[in-house]
């Protein structure tokens, strides 16, 4: 079982930018990573996936054009570059690993079967 640890939440002002780490204990370079986020009495909402078949990646549509993806695989390492926050980017943040390949939708949680702990952005307006 791979372990996740999230870092790089914080505070930030409307606009601003922060970038989330997501450090794995091995190797995740054949694994499809994802980023979902989640608030206090909602469900878990997918934000970005990174295909380890091809290197793809999709997008909430909430967060299309203004969230990026990447994976240093020498680092085991998966990043999520977040710019133009906005208030209701605040969430707790999480990563997580589809270590099986099931076969559901990146954005249903049921995929994952790793999970970090989570890291905080609160975004200010």
């Known amino acids: 079982q791979v372990q996740l640890v999230e870092s790089g939440g914080g505070s930030v002002q409307a606009g601003g930018s922060l970038r989330l780490s997501c450090v794995a204990s091995g190797s995740t370079y054949s694994t499809t990573m994802a980023w979902f986020r989640q608030t206090p009495g909602k469900e878990r909402e997918g934000v970005a996936v990174?295909?380890?078949?091809?290197?793809?990646?999709n997008y909430a549509g909430s967060v299309k054009g203004r969230f990026t993806i990447s994976q240093d695989n020498a680092k085991n390492t998966l990043y999520l570059q977040m710019n133009s926050l906005k208030p209701e980017d605040t969430a707790m943040y999480y990563c997580a690993a589809d270590l099986e390949g099931r076969g559901v939708f990146w954005y249903n949680p049921r995929r994952y079967n790793s999970w970090g702990q989570g890291t905080q952005v609160t975004v200010s307006s």
């Open positions: 990174l295909y380890a078949r091809n290197g793809n990646t």
